[in-house]
């Protein structure tokens, strides 16, 4: 379990570190998921079982990410009943936004599969 936490904290520092060297718009640890997909890739075989086990227990347990952002929306709630029209507009327009992508993701790929 050590050796996989290291995998993968070792690709979220990897991610950090380029985001910060090149300036990219992207948060490290998205970036890092990424170098971890494309090594996974490159390996060419199925994920490692510790790797894997690893990943479900962080999973499991990713409830528990949410405190500190229910603790966040507690923290600022005067200032979220003072604007909220357009944090109210935001939400909206990202998850329909969001949504409308998705499905234009899923036909395109479908079609390439079709």
């Given at each position: 379990?050590?050796?996989?936490?290291?995998?993968?904290?070792?690709?979220?520092?990897?991610?950090?570190?380029l985001v910060r060297a090149l300036h990219l718009p992207v948060p490290g640890p998205v970036l890092g998921m990424v170098l971890l997909f494309a090594a996974l890739l490159a390996r060419?075989?199925?994920?490692?079982?510790?790797?894997?086990?690893?990943?479900?227990?962080?999973?499991?347990?990713?409830?528990?990410?949410?405190?500190p952002a229910g603790v966040g929306v507690v923290l600022y709630l005067p200032l979220l009943a003072r604007d909220w029209a357009p944090v109210s507009l935001a939400v909206?327009?990202?998850?329909?936004l969001a949504i409308?992508?998705?499905?234009?993701?899923?036909?395109?790929?479908?079609?390439?599969?079709?």
């Amino acid at each position: 379990m050590i050796a996989a936490l290291t995998a993968l904290l070792t690709c979220q520092l990897l991610g950090e570190v380029l985001v910060r060297a090149l300036h990219l718009p992207v948060p490290g640890p998205v970036l890092g998921m990424v170098l971890l997909f494309a090594a996974l890739l490159a390996r060419g075989r199925a994920v490692p079982g510790e790797l894997g086990a690893t990943a479900d227990a962080l999973l499991g347990n990713l409830g528990l990410l949410f405190v500190p952002a229910g603790v966040g929306v507690v923290l600022y709630l005067p200032l979220l009943a003072r604007d909220w029209a357009p944090v109210s507009l935001a939400v909206l327009a990202g998850t329909l936004l969001a949504i409308a992508a998705t499905g234009r993701l899923a036909q395109a790929l479908l079609r390439r599969l079709g």
